[in-house]
């Protein structure tokens, strides 16, 4: 085995994926070849580099935040259900879209070619008007049928009319995005109603009309996405703030396909209103899944509240020796060795243990504001430094700084207790 | 060790085994799912912690994908090992979150707060060239393709043998050993102008 090929080798060779005559061929050859000696040490050594890399403890909280979550989940089928409708219901209501979308395309363009028919038929009749007056003969006979086909032309128009009219209730879907979205948001208000009472909804008229379409539309948007949670939220916050009840999807094919035949212009949309309601509630439902917040692991999570304090200090839990090892315990041990606890820490003490505890609850920071006179403020923090590792402690950064120790009152002091780093020394197993 | 399919066993972790939480997690029981995260924790929050370079991002993250593989466990056959499929999803979170943090910004390294003490060189001298070390080591695998990082993590980090880490990557075994060997070398040649002669123990 020449060099080249002893090298290619080496990785392999270290990590032990060879038979063993290749390993042997290997070490001799690496027992005489100082070059690929070096070479392979190096490899071993940047193996074992990467090896020692030490091993971190998750958040101590970690697993309870996931089942938080896994187990609201769990408690919402219904919400993701109606969401993401089983695919024999699905079809169906893609199908109602398409077939919608298409009648109202024809229905709004249908006024096109009537309105060209028309236009077409005027300038005929005037090209027959300049005939005729070079040709007087054929004058009023051509001029009658030609009247006649405009008249009923016209005429055509005008039974179709009904049709075309009422196609602005279909009309506003035509408008942009943007526009759309607003004709969601307006209506809003008028349907904010209990589902039961249709009659009222059905007053509405129009607009509303255009409303529920969106939504629905929208919502088979994303239907291709079943696993994927991210695609839900935009289209189903559009249609928020509607209030309504429950529905089984069985009861939703059956009102799609009735949606369709209903919106044959000529026909109030009347059924779709109890549909937007219910679309309503989905979202409703489903945007607190949703928009569950991602950062909550972080350990610095308490960012820049507004603090109203003079004082700040940030507390580092020891991590408890004992299950219940409370503010009491500690306490009480500390007096009988040291005696430097003072009145005024005994005050506080009970707050204190609060936030612990709800510390070790939530998982996350808590923060409590005391008052502490100015001058006892040393003391108060020698004693806190018995029962917790003070990690930072700073006066706020104000105006008021200076007078400070000018002023007689009490200091507002801002104590964030951190949960302790789990099992700092050693950590390595558990 | 397997318990008898037919009797329902309490949910002592050690006695209850991976395959045995899916089957009942996928009836229903979600009890099941936090024995498989609770085992699965460390492992996979400190694979992708050495992959993002970042505490706060992997606590992220690594809720991420135990939220992602609860959501598909309904897909998971018993054919694979969970903690291959586990680690899968986890690859593939963190490498997408890798690719994204390289191009918001420079990636931290993590800090010694988090990197616990390694308590057979208490010499504090010996602690500070430590750290130094684990910065170093840590700044360079930042600084490789996900891909390169992640192959020289799973093997060497995590001692995932070479069949498991081609099921994870879905690359036959023969790429992984030659991409694990071009990346080891990468490594080594950010490595080599620190770490070049000395003997480490």
Known sequence: MNCSEVQSRLSEYHDNFLDAETIETITDHLLACSRCRTEADDLAQTMQLVKVLPEVEPPASFTTRVMAHVREQAAKPSAWERLFLPFRVKFPIHAAAVILVSILAVYVYQKEPQQQALKIAESELLRKDQDERDDPSTGLRARIPAKESLESARQNEATSAPVIEQAPEYAPKRRSGEDKKKDITTPQPALSIPAGSADQVRQQSSPPAAAPLTPREEKSAPSGDIVTSKNVPPPVKEAEGQVGGAAAPSERTAKSTRDVETLIPGAPAKKEFSKTPQTASISEQASEPLAAPQRVLAPKSESAKQSAADYELVLRLRPDTGEKAGLEDRLESREAQTEAVTSLFREHKSALDQARRRANQTGQPQAIWLSIPRTQLEQFKRDLAAIAQIESASAADTQEKDEVSKSSDPLRVKITVLLPLSEPFPPRQR | ?201
């Open chain 2, 1 to 201: 060790m397997q318990p008898p399919s037919n009797q329902s066993e309490p949910m002592v972790p050690d006695a209850i085994s991976d395959g045995e939480c899916v089957q009942r997690l996928q009836k229903g029981d979600t009890d099941a799912f936090e024995v498989l995260v609770r085992r699965h924790q460390k492992t996979i929050f400190n694979l992708v912690y050495r992959m993002l370079g970042d505490y706060d991002d992997a606590a992220e993250i690594a809720q991420e994908v135990f939220l992602s593989a609860y959501r598909s466990i309904a897909q998971f056959r018993g054919d694979a090992n969970f903690s291959t499929w586990l680690y899968r999803i986890a690859i593939n979170h963190a490498s997408t979150r890798r690719k994204s943090l390289a191009k918001a910004k420079e990636r931290r390294v993590p800090l010694d707060s988090t990197d616990p003490v390694d308590h057979r060189h208490p010499n504090p001298l010996d602690a500070v060239m430590q750290k130094e070390i684990r910065y170093r080591v840590q700044s360079a695998l930042n600084t490789l393709d996900p891909d390169e990082a992640t192959i020289i993590l799973l093997r060497d980090l995590q001692d995932v043998p070479y069949d498991e880490v081609a099921k994870m990557l879905d690359v036959p075994v023969g790429t992984v050993k030659s991409r694990l060997h071009r990346a080891r070398q990468t490594l080594k040649a950010k490595l080599t102008p620190f770490f070049g002669e000395r003997n480490l123990p």
